[in-house]
Structure formats: structure tokens, C-alpha cells
């Protein structure tokens, strides 16, 4: 079975650094992009950028360039995402989810479950 | 502000028909791209729907249908069932963006 797995949910004061995972199982890792989406309380889906996992190359929405990155760890079949610096307004639920082989066509498929990340003084 | 326009919410009775809009531009929906839908129960992940503007994935019953048309498309639900309610997305591409795009989200209520 396809599937993701993400790390568990966090909570983490402004400034703080973190860093959530996404682990792919059941098909070759490096053959499917993997995406990251945020979905703030209440809101709609947000996408944030992607990575290559053959060559840990990414593309960025603007909107997010900067303030995270997206990083993968092809030996353990892992991708992550990370902030330096939180800030409240940080507080969503982040998904990754599997890039199907479509290109700028595609849809993604599977999803992990997501990861709540909650940030507050 | 999404780059996908979808209404916030929309409703309907059990048995009757729905459907739901997704407003792009000459950049995404326009350009060619394909438009795939995502059904969000409540709590849950996003589950993708419909791929490719009208395919279902097997599993998908056959009261889900999709169509596009210009800058627009349209998830339409035949025979609503209480298990229908929950949050439907759109997706595209979007070449100005050099990225890809959702909608807003569109909360399906069963009266």
C-alpha cells in the first residue's frame, strides 16, 4: 500500500525552530515529487512547494519562499519541512502529499494524515 | 485570496443534484490544465475525487462527475447522501505562479 506517514503534531513558542517529517512507503520514493500544503483553521488548502526527491530540487510559492524549506533524506525515504523562525500566524495543519506522474498536469495522491503545528507565547 | 474561485458553501436535500464551481484564468483553468477535485471529510485529510477534469479513480462512486469548460469547472453530485457532506477543493496549475493551485474550499451541507 501507498502511503505517507507525518511526524506528530507540535507546539512551539515564536522564534522557535522546527522541523516536521513525511515518510513514503510502498512504491520508489524517488520516482514521485512530494508537495507540502498548509491549511490554516478554518481555511482552504494552500500549496507551498514541492521537491524532486531524485535530486532534492524544489520549487517554491512565492508566497512561502523564504520563510520555510523543503528538504529530503532519499536513504530513509523521508521529506520535511522546516522553519527557522515561527511565527503565530504559522499555526495550521501542513500535509504532505505524493505528486502523480502528470506533471504540471498531475493531482496528488496519497496524502499523509497531516501534521498540527500550533504556535503561542 | 485563492487563485481558484470557489462559493463557500452550497447545499442540498438527500436524492437531489449539486454542483459546484471553480472560477480560474487564462494562467491556469484557461491555459489548458487539468482541473482534479479533493473531497475533505471533516477532520480528515484531503482525498483526491476526480483527476484529469472528469475521471473518477476507481472507488469513486458514480454520482461524482467533473466537466471544464474555458476558465471554469464544475464538480457536480447526483443522489446526495449524508456521507456526501464535507469540504470539496479544486486544483490546477498555474503557469504565472510556476506552481499549483487550489480553490478556497466549498462546504457541502445535507439538509
Known amino acids: 500500500e501507498v502511503q505517507l506517514v507525518q511526524s506528530g503534531a507540535e507546539v512551539k513558542k515564536p522564534g522557535e525552530s522546527l522541523r516536521i517529517s513525511c515518510k513514503g512507503s510502498?512504491?520508489?520514493?524517488?520516482?514521485?515529487?512530494i508537495t507540502w500544503v498548509r491549511q490554516m483553521p478554518g481555511k482552504g488548502l494552500e500549496w507551498m512547494g514541492k521537491?524532486?526527491?531524485?535530486?532534492?530540487?524544489?520549487n517554491y510559492n512565492p508566497s512561502f519562499q523564504g520563510h520555510v524549506t523543503i528538504s529530503v533524506d532519499k536513504s530513509i525515504t523521508t521529506a520535511y519541512l522546516q522553519w527557522s523562525s515561527l511565527k503565530a500566524s504559522d499555526t495550521a495543519m501542513y500535509y504532505c502529499?505524493?505528486?502523480?506522474?502528470?506533471?504540471?498536469?498531475?493531482?496528488?495522491?496519497?496524502w499523509g494524515q497531516g501534521t498540527l503545528v500550533t504556535v503561542s507565547s | 485570496q485563492s487563485v481558484l474561485t470557489q462559493p463557500p458553501s452550497v447545499s442540498g436535500a438527500p436524492g437531489q443534484r449539486v454542483t459546484i464551481s471553480c472560477t480560474g484564468s487564462?494562467?491556469?483553468?484557461?491555459?489548458?490544465?487539468?482541473v482534479h477535485w479533493y473531497q475533505q471529510l471533516p477532520g480528515t485529510a484531503p482525498k483526491f475525487l476526480i483527476y484529469?477534469?472528469?475521471n473518477r479513480p476507481s472507488g469513486v462512486p458514480d454520482r461524482f462527475s467533473g466537466s471544464k469548460s474555458g476558465t471554469s469547472a464544475s464538480l457536480a453530485i447526483t443522489g446526495l447522501q449524508a456521507e456526501d457532506e464535507a469540504d470539496y477543493s479544486c486544483?490546477?496549475?498555474?503557469?504565472?505562479?510556476?506552481?499549483?493551485?487550489f480553490g478556497g474550499g466549498t462546504k457541502l451541507t445535507v439538509l
Open positions: 487564462s494562467s491556469n483553468i484557461g491555459a489548458g490544465y487539468d
Open positions: 502529499a505524493r505528486h502523480t506522474l502528470g506533471g504540471y498536469h498531475g493531482w496528488f495522491d496519497p
Open positions: 510502498g512504491y520508489t520514493f524517488t520516482s514521485y515529487w
Open positions: 486544483q490546477s496549475y498555474d503557469s504565472s505562479l510556476s506552481g499549483w493551485v
Open positions: 484529469g477534469n472528469n
Open positions: 521537491i524532486d526527491p531524485s535530486d532534492s530540487y524544489t
